[in-house]
């Protein structure tokens, strides 16, 4: 199949790849110029395991083009994939205009039946406006179709290859066949494709990722509890997760969920809810709890400081808002730094993939580190904010004799208590008594 990919993000770049894996003929259309240039000329413009070698081995085969003009790269498609940006506007809602700005152009270019996927995440009511605005300009016949993407940045390879499910709304006979020959290479295991009306997938989507934030947010307030009343939130986890209702996963306290999908899309489905008069009580919660529990740690820090930063330097491990991605939206680091020099110290960080975005908005008011045993040279605490696995067993000398304190706050819970007690540390972490 000829396919195009308008939108060459996290999304589009994954799903461009993928597909072009599978066999299709796929064109990715970027407006930015520089990231267009940079695939071009075969370098990968974002971190995703396992992506890079697809990405070659699909460019060498003249599988995957890239190109920033929407006529060139739409040419011959007969599915066109729309994974654009759909940021919170000024009330919170998602921002469509990137969505209709294409689907204005698109309309005058098609010259044959095209199907037009939403791959984007967008509001219940999209696919029916993106209809309306390529029917405005179209001379053909087309399908639009709504199918929300689940990948996870980190593991996206994998979650595009092999997804638990795929999710297509379309009532279109015609539209539903092509789809399914598309995916089929996909779920060849028994995974399910499941077919419904737009309405639905849109929401679809906005419900499991809110489920996933209100899942991660209720135990880190369990764990807030489990601060004041004694007890332990890992011990209090695995007794919850092992009960088959609730499930292992995303129970682990932290310092909040961040990303591009999480903090905007909970808050879009606020607002929607918000358009119909429903007041989602359990969302505003969320959104609520998980601001604060972001920087929970720097009053603990400032505390142990009596109170002053300022002349301190505070040695950051973790950029990204979670490992093996170079993604940095929203990521809780950010919102620690900020707190940090607001109160005057001074900021060293280190990550192993998120330095470079992070330079990009930060220019110098933090320096950066080669490694992580640099960054904590001369710090007088150590801050964890990302559970990258290079840091869950790191070489305690080094980070005692580096370390000016002994005393480590950490967002993610990477070390057991007793044993920090041990190496004479204070160790300061999410949902577990303080030692020291
Ligand atoms: P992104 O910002 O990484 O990528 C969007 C791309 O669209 C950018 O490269 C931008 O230059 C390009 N673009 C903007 N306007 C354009 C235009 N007129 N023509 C062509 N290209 C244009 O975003 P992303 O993370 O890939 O997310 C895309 C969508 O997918 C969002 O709706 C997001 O909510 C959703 N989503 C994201 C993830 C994720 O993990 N990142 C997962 C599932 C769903």
Not at 25 to 35: A, P, W
Not at 85 to 101: M, N, Q, R, V
Request: charged share 30%.
């Amino acid at each position: 199949m000829r396919i195009a990919v308008v939108g060459t993000g996290y999304v589009g770049l994954v799903t461009g790849t993928c597909f072009a894996e599978t066999g299709n003929h796929v064109t990715c259309v970027d407006i930015d110029e520089r990231k267009v240039n940079k695939l071009r000329s075969g370098k990968i413009t974002i971190y995703e395991p396992g992506l890079d070698v697809l990405f070659e081995r699909n460019i060498k085969q003249k599988r995957l083009e890239f190109t920033t003009d929407l006529a060139e790269g739409i040419k011959g498609a007969e599915i066109i994939f729309l994974a654009l940006p759909t940021p919170p506007g000024e009330d919170g809602s998602a921002d469509l205009k990137y969505i209709l700005k294409v689907a204005d152009d698109l309309g005058p270019l098609l010259d044959k039946y095209t199907i037009i996927v939403d791959k984007s995440t967008v509001p219940v009511g999209t696919a029916e406006k993106v209809r309306d605005r390529i029917a405005a300009n179209a001379t053909v016949e087309f399908d639009v179709v709504s199918n929300p993407e689940f990948l996870r940045e980190g593991v996206a390879v994998e979650d595009f290859m092999k997804p638990d499910r795929v999710v297509i709304g379309t009532e279109s006979a015609k539209a539903r066949k092509k789809m399914e020959q598309l995916y089929a290479p996909l779920v060849r295991q028994g995974n399910p494709v499941i077919f419904m009306d737009e309405r639905s997938a849109e929401l679809t989507k906005y419900a499991a990722n809110s489920f996933l934030a209100t899942k991660i947010t209720f135990m880190n307030e369990i764990a807030n509890l489990c601060e004041l009343l004694g007890a332990d939130v890992d011990a209090v986890r695995r007794g919850v997760g092992t009960d088959s209702r609730i499930g292992k996963r995303f129970l682990f306290a932290g310092i909040g969920y961040g990303g591009s999908c999480f903090p905007k899309d909970v808050q879009a489905l606020a607002r929607s809810s918000d358009d119909v008069n429903y007041d989602f009580k359990i969302l505003d919660a969320v959104m609520d709890v998980n601001q604060q529990q972001k920087t929970k740690l720097i009053p603990q820090v400032k505390e142990y400081f009596d109170g002053d930063l300022a002349g301190k330097t505070i040695a950051i491990w973790g950029l990204s808002f979670k490992p093996y991605t170079d993604d940095i939206r929203e990521a809780p680091a950010l919102y620690n730094i900020e707190e940090l020099l607001a109160a005057g110290a001074k900021v060293k960080a280190y990550d192993p993939e998120g330095m470079e975005n992070v330079r990009e908005i930060m220019g110098d008011r933090i320096s950066m580190c080669e490694n992580m045993y640099d960054c904590i040279d001369g710090c007088d605490a150590l801050m964890i904010m990302t559970e990258w696995p290079v840091f869950r067993t790191p070489e305690f000398d080094q980070l005692s004799e580096k370390l000016s304190n002994k005393v480590i706050f950490d967002g993610r819970n990477l070390y057991e208590p007793e044993q920090m007690k041990e190496l004479g540390y204070t160790y300061v972490s999410i949902g577990r008594q303080t030692v020291n």
